[in-house]
């Protein structure tokens, strides 16, 4: 029996650059279920690490209703050696930088961003 994480296929991520694993700041569960929906991923696509992602936090606009901390987020990130973003849909607050973020992360695989020094990056 398939769990309702285990659904993504090959098939499914063909010409797929990168993802963003969202959870929601205000459920815990939501949270505890990224490292499988992660693990699915990389499964799925033939455990390559380096499969460009994003975490991301939704609802920060709610964060007074917050049971994620953004250091317990954070965490999850680096253990998955990808960066950590918390966004607002409602008020937009960094939606558009989840997607520079994405992008930056699919240059750098495709090698299309290399970094240059501690001052910034150039684009090849």
Known sequence: MQ????????NASLGVHG???IFSIISRRSFETI????????NTLG??????RVLVGSMEDLAEQRQV?????QQLADSLGVPYIEC??????NVA??????LKEIEKDEGLLAEHGEGGCLIL
């Open 69 to 73: 901390s953004r250091q317990a987020a």
């Open 97 to 102: 930088e989840v997607f520079h973020t994405l």
């Open 19 to 21: 993802y963003v694993l």
């Open 3 to 10: 769990d309702e994480y285990s659904r993504l296929s090959r």
């Open 47 to 52: 455990d390559a690490p380096d499969v460009p």
């Open 35 to 42: 490292r499988t929906v992660n693990d699915n991923l990389l």
């Open 88 to 93: 607002s849909a409602k008020t937009g607050e």
